[in-house]
Nanobody, 124 residues
Framework: QGRVEESGGGSAQAGGSLRLSCEVF????????WGWFRQSSGKEREFVAA????????YLATDVEGRFTIIRDKVTNIVYLQMNDLKIEDTGDYYC?????????????????WGQGVHVTVSS
């Protein structure tokens, strides 16, 4: 299964930017696709972004399209979620997950390994 560690959470003002990182330990490279999900207070975990095993296919939730980007550094094998033009409703706990799906998935149930999450607070 391996282990996932996220970093980069914190606070930002609306309109600002944050970058989250996701690093994998103990799992063979190129045997998994990646996903970012978030959970806000009182809500279920929701899809944010996904990246295929090859890094060539990405998916973004409708409400983050044009603002967020998911990208992998092929040298370090760290996946980043670049979040620009943040909105107050982006506040929540962000989780990085791994799935055996080749193309990635927008369904949290397809992910078998999760990090502990990082918190993002966006204020006005």
């Amino acid at each position: 299964q391996g282990r996932v560690e996220e970093s980069g959470g914190g606070s930002a003002q609306a309109g600002g930017s944050l970058r989250l990182s996701c690093e994998v330990f103990g799992r063979l490279f190129d045997t998994y696709a990646w996903g970012w999900f978030r959970q806000s207070s009182g809500k279920e975990r929701e899809f944010v972004a996904a990246l295929s095993r090859s890094g060539g296919i990405t998916y973004l939730a409708t409400d983050v399209e044009g603002r967020f980007t998911i990208i992998r550094d092929k040298v370090t094998n760290i996946v980043y979620l670049q979040m620009n033009d943040l909105k107050i409703e982006d506040t929540g706990d962000y989780y990085c997950g791994l799935t055996n799906s080749i193309g990635g998935s927008m369904r949290s149930q397809d992910y078998d390994t999760w990090g502990q999450g990082v918190h993002v607070t966006v204020s006005s």
